[in-house]
């Protein structure tokens, strides 16, 4: 493996994160990750010393990516090391498989990975049959994801003869302030409450990650 020049490390003098300048070292790069044995000089404090620098390959992890209905195979890279929860946001892209919708044959090399940079909500993690809220990724047999690029806003619109029910698809960050006049498919709508679950604010706003329905009257 290429040595490199220079890293930034932990310097125990300085007690803080700095550049080191690399004057000798040899490493390894096998399948069970990089190993570096370098001679390193601190550019702030000058003190040298030796550093054993060790990075774990990262594991290919099974996961199950739902968007609007529709389940895909793919795979998720991670550290061994790392801890994901349900309800980490995690970026899903790489290189990846040939396409393979769930339930539509194939094998468990019939994957798929979704374009490169792709936000997914971690909503169940599988650890030996047992559907757990918290893993070592080390450990982690399943993952299933939902894409997080846009979630889906339900509204109620009041006509002044009927309530309609519409739907909208909005970034997770996207805030709807009451008082926001909002197009719905044929209509536009004035907003005059949202309801997050806990509470319905009657002023204010709210992400749509976190807002159950939107309530207002048809405007023209």
Not at 80 to 107: H, N, Q, R, T
Request: glycine letters at 10%; proline letters at 3%.
């Amino acid at each position: 493996m290429e040595i490199p020049n220079a890293l930034y490390l932990e310097c125990p003098e300085c007690e803080d994160e700095t550049l080191h300048e690399v004057l000798k070292g040899r490493g390894s790069e096998r399948a069970g990750g990089l190993r570096l044995s370098a001679l390193v000089k601190c550019q702030q404090c000058a003190t040298i010393r030796t550093v054993e620098i060790k990075e774990d390959a990262e594991r290919a992890v099974k996961a199950i990516l739902s968007d609007e209905g529709q389940s895909t195979r793919c795979t998720l890279s991670l550290d061994p090391g790392s801890v994901i929860s349900v309800g980490d946001v995690i970026m899903l892209g790489g290189a990846g498989g040939s396409a393979g919708k769930d339930g539509e044959g194939g094998d468990d090399d019939d994957v798929s990975t979704p374009e490169e940079g792709l936000p997914c909500l971690i909503t169940t993690i599988e650890v030996k049959t047992r559907r757990v809220p918290r893993a070592k990724a080390s450990t982690a047999d399943t993952v299933w994801l939902k894409r997080y690029d846009k979630v889906k806003v339900k509204i109620s619109v009041n006509t002044g003869r009927k309530t309609i029910s519409r739907e909208i698809w909005a970034a997770p960050d996207e805030k709807f302030e009451i008082g926001d006049v909002v197009a719905a498919g044929d209509m536009k709508l004035l907003i005059h409450s949202l309801n997050t679950g806990g509470r319905k604010l009657k002023r204010g706003a709210a992400s749509a990650r976190s807002i159950r329905r939107i309530y207002g009257r048809e405007v023209e």
